[in-house]
């Protein structure tokens, strides 16, 4: 296939991913019909809408023990940067997911654009600006699960009192110090960036395809349907990403 043809003599290959790289390990992305966000009002989630209404931290905190139900698990998309990154192939994975499941494949360098859901946080009392302004504490996602199970409705700081929020960047929200800097350098250094399972409309996370084209890249999406960037990709592979990505692997690792 061409893709194995592009990657055979790559040797600093970086992942860009979306929901669309988790939709076969069973969670639905956000933008396909029965997506997400065509289940739930993404206004309803925006940052301050958390800060201010105590419904909304519940509803929030209702659509993560929803989230967490299921045991979800890599799958063959996520192994394939994972493998490739062990065979010295690849220098890891940008990601806009907050399911962690490119860690659970075995990737080490995993840049997580817009949080995680595997931690929650204080974000203080009273943050402004869609600005976190917590005292530091956080935990494990299963902290909420145990106070919600034991009926506490809206878990708050038990350093501070502040409020608690999942660790990841809503609607509205600043995105955590420090990581689109992270993300930009490692696509930059990539000589192909592969992008799976992205509609490529979220930003600043979708200017990052071009930094990787700026710095000398070539370009590869792997997509059930038409992005924004399929005019500069030097190949579009339109398909499922593990029944894409698995063979193509396999073909290039053996
Ligand atoms: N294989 C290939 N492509 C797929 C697959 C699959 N198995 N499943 C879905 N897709 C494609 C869809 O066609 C769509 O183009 O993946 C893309 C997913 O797009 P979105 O649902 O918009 O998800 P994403 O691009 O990650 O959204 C970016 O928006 O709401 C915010 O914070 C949220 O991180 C998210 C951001």
Known sequence: MELVELLRDARAVVGFTGAGVSTESGIPDFRSPGGVW?????????????????????????????FFAEPWAPNRAHLAFARLEDAGRC??????????????????????????????????????????????????????????????????CPRCEGLVKSSTVSFGQQLFPGVVDAASDLVRRADVLVVVGSSLQVYPAAALPMDAIDAGARLVIVNDEPTPFDGVADLVVRGRAGEVLGPVVDALLG
Do not use: K
């Open 91 to 156: 220098l890891g994975v940008v990601t806009q997911n907050i399911d962690g499941l490119h860690q659970d494949a075995g990737s080490r360098t995993v840049v997580e654009l817009h949080g995680t859901a595997r931690r929650v946080m204080c974000i203080g009392h009273r943050p402004e600006y869609g600005t976190p302004a917590g005292c530091g504490w956080d935990a494990p996602h299963t902290w909420a699960f145990e106070r919600l199970d034991a009926g506490e409705a809206d878990p708050h």
């Open 38 to 66: 065509t289940r739930y009002d993404p206004r309803n989630f925006e940052f301050d809408r958390y800060v201010t209404d105590p419904e909304v931290r519940a509803l929030s905190w209702e659509m993560r023990t929803e």
